[in-house]
Nanobody
Framework: QVQLVESGGGLVQAGGSLRLSCAAS????????MVWFRQAPGKEREFVAG????????LYADSVKGRFTISTDNAKNTVYLQMNNLKPEDTAVYYC???????????????WGQGTQVTVSS
């Protein structure tokens, strides 16, 4: 119905940068908000950043404010996460998700990508 595909993960040194992409396809007209979560081994899935497809609303976790930036392309079918000044604690699998409201609750999102690994070395 709605497909989300993440890309752009990899291995970087602390202080480096990565840009993640999430491409949405299928019934994209039903998507109002697109967000990024991350999950480290043995930990709960954690909200990172999100935005409305219109661009009028954004939300960031305190841990990434000032370092990460969420954005979309002109067609609003791809969401990006620009990650600067990466820290080892940013290491996780990063997931793209979509739903009808903007929140930090995983239960508010019914569509998920497969995840992309981000590893930050010290």
């Amino acid at each position: 119905q709605v497909q989300l595909v993440e890309s752009g993960g990899g291995l970087v040194q602390a202080g480096g940068s990565l840009r993640l992409s999430c491409a949405a396809s299928g019934r994209t007209f039903s998507i109002y908000f697109m967000v990024w979560f991350r999950q480290a081994p043995g930990k709960e899935r954690e909200f990172v950043a999100g935005m409305s497809r219109s661009g009028s609303n954004t939300l960031y976790a305190d841990s990434v404010k000032g370092r990460f930036t969420i954005s979309t392309d002109n067609a609003k079918n791809t969401v990006y996460l620009q990650m600067n000044n990466l820290k080892p604690e940013d290491t996780a699998v990063y997931y793209c998700a979509a739903g009808g409201r903007l929140s930090a609750n995983v239960r508010d999102y019914g569509h998920w990508g497969q995840g992309t690994q981000v590893t930050v070395s010290s």
